[in-house]
């Protein structure tokens, strides 16, 4: 079993002042007198007991009793075990870990995932700016619009086409195939019995994909030229880094500004994110295309009470709105959802018009029962019963996801508002609903091995 020296352990803890390392976790942390307060990131509060000491160097929650050391805080908020808990401060603190007993098998092979990373979005970052080769690259994003502050912000970059281009200097710099081919990078092909491997990206612009503490856990390849062929996208296959419906794309650099709004905004691609940042709006995620998930919303509910949803206006993205919603009120969410004009996106909005279009159209959202109750009118005929039973159905479905009754009761009153049915008869469907959808509605539990499996809705 691996083991970590007894005093490597204290020279991290010595190094790691738990002030800035829970601050980094939790922005909103703040100066009161002795001690640092905010609220609890390991149960549901309105007025701060979670205390941070620094002259004690450690954490304790008056509320539910959670505390420790900095070590205990970063096991029970990242949800690890000791030793990757005591690596993940050692990177940070820049403290080299020589176990005893052999490397950890998974926490090892991270560490090194995380370098290779590191170094691959700055190979791409300066094969952007300063290569010859990465011309059209610069030449798209101007046209696309993106100065070179931005680009530098989000470490935007360019993979050249060649087949060992990355390859080939991670390499030089000791790396092994194999751990590129772990990483995501590269692709292992076989000819005449014998393995090589290819760069996975090539001819692309790379948009590095964070945690939520800012590492560079993936990419993202975009073409640059739509007569290419291949996909418009490439991203990063599933690594032990990468898990897609975790990662919400600019989330770190996101994070500060939804804790301090209490909200986060949720756009489809990565260049909208981008542009919504850079025209002052920092509170906006994307979720690049993929649904949404139970995981995105946990993320999202550890900073945020409230999500608005900015989906494009075609059939695919009302649908995911329609999931998403049920997702992040099932957590405990309030959702609005913002219908962008027919053919715009995020991106082309705020060039076109400026931020404040989508801003206003952001306060002026409706909420996700407003929402549905509109898109479903436009679907069915309300002059039938056939047809208003439909639009009732897909209402109650909507409001069971809501855990909470005191959420759930306005809802129901705001429902029966809307379809014009008193709120008693709805709340008596909605409990005969619920009585007959328990068995087959109820949450499949996730099988093992497989913690990301999303709710089973469509
Ligand atoms: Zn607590």
Not at 55 to 67: L, N
Not at 450 to 455: A, L, T
Request: net charge neutral; charged share 30%.
């Amino acid at each position: 079993m691996a083991m970590i020296p007894k005093e490597t352990i204290e020279e991290i803890r010595a190094r790691c002042n738990i002030v800035e390392v829970v601050g980094a976790y939790l922005p909103e942390l703040r100066r009161r007198g002795s001690t640092y307060k905010c609220n609890c990131p390991f149960h549901k509060e309105k007025t701060p007991s979670f205390t941070v000491n620094d002259a004690r160097q450690i954490f304790h929650c008056f509320g539910c009793g959670a505390g420790g050391d900095v070590f205990r805080f970063v096991m029970d908020y990242e949800k690890v075990d000791f030793v990757t808990a005591v690596s993940v401060l050692a990177e940070r603190v820049g403290v080299e870990i020589v176990y005893e007993g052999g490397q950890p098998e998974k926490s090892g092979n991270k560490d090194v995932l995380y370098k290779l990373h590191t170094d691959a979005a700055a190979f791409y970052h300066r094969m952007l700016l300063d290569s010859a080769e990465g011309a059209e690259a610069r030449r798209y994003l101007e046209e696309r619009d993106l100065p070179v502050e931005i680009i530098k912000e989000f470490q935007i970059g360019f993979a050249p086409n060649e087949w060992e281009g990355l390859l080939g200097r991670a390499l030089k710099k000791g790396y092994e195939a194999e751990q590129l081919e772990a990483a995501g990078l590269a692709v292992p092909s076989e000819r005449g019995g014998k393995v090589s491997h290819y760069d996975r990206f090539r001819n692309r612009v790379m948009f590095p994909i964070c945690d939520q503490m800012g590492r560079v856990i993936g990419f993202s390849g975009r073409i640059m030229n739509k007569a290419e062929k291949g996909a418009k996208y490439v991203n990063s296959p599933e690594t032990l880094l990468f898990r897609k419906n975790r990662v919400l794309f600019a989330f770190d650099k996101a994070r500060k500004a939804i804790v301090d709004e209490r909200r986060a905004i949720v756009v489809e691609g990565q260049i909208d994110a981008i542009r919504c940042h850079q025209a002052g709006l920092h509170n906006v995620v994307a979720s690049q295309g993929t649904a949404l998930t139970e995981n995105h919303a946990r993320l999202i509910k550890r900073y945020a009470d409230e999500v608005i949803l900015v989906l494009d206006a075609d059939a695919a993205g009302l649908k995911a709105a329609l999931s998403s919603s049920e997702i992040f009120i099932a957590h405990e969410l309030s959702v609005r959802v913002v219908t962008l004009p027919e053919k715009e996106d995020p991106d082309s909005l705020i060039k076109k018009e400026g931020a404040k279009a989508l801003t206003d159209l952001v306060e002026t959202a409706p909420g996700a029962l407003d929402f549905l109750v509109d898109l479903m009118g436009k679907q069915e005929d309300m002059n039938t019963e056939a047809g208003r039973m439909r639009v009732v159905q897909s209402v109650l479905n909507l409001i069971r996801q809501c855990p909470s009754a005191a959420r759930r009761d306005p809802m129901i009153n705001r429902a029966a508002d809307l379809l014009n049915i008193s709120p008693l008869a709805l709340s008596q469907d909605l409990r005969r609903n619920q009585a007959q959808q328990r068995p087959a509605q109820r949450r499949i539990p996730a099988p093992a091995g497989d913690p990301d499996h999303p709710r089973r809705r469509v």
